[in-house]
């Protein structure tokens, strides 16, 4: 059973910065695809960011293209979002998610305007 516990999140103001992180039980992490979501109120969750098992290949929304990187550090078996010149409309809840399988409890994200 793979255990993932995100944190991070907070209130910001728009234009600033916030850097999520996923800590996961286990090795599969460092193996796999691994992916954040976000879910806004009344909206489904989407998919903001992957990262492949190898690292050459990534995956971005357009709506946080060149403001979101994703990253693992597999020595301590964890996944990161930086977010940087965030929006108003980044405010959600975010989840960490490994294998398309396994989810996180997620993480508040509130940016004001």
């Known amino acids: 059973q793979v255990q993932l516990v995100e944190s991070g999140g907070g209130l910001v103001q728009a234009g600033g910065s916030l850097r999520l992180s996923c800590a996961a039980s286990g090795s599969i992490i460092k193996t796999t695809i691994v992916s954040w979501y976000r879910q806004a109120p009344g909206k489904p969750r989407e998919k903001v960011a992957s990262l492949s098992d190898t690292g050459a290949t990534t995956y971005y929304a357009d709506s946080v293209k060149g403001r979101f990187t994703i990253s693992r550090d597999n020595s301590r078996k964890a996944l990161y979002l930086q977010m940087d010149n965030l929006r108003p409309e980044d405010t959600g809840v975010y989840y960490c998610?490994?294998?398309?399988?396994?989810w996180g409890q997620g993480t508040q994200v509130t940016v004001s305007a």
């Open positions: 998610n490994v294998r398309g399988e396994y």
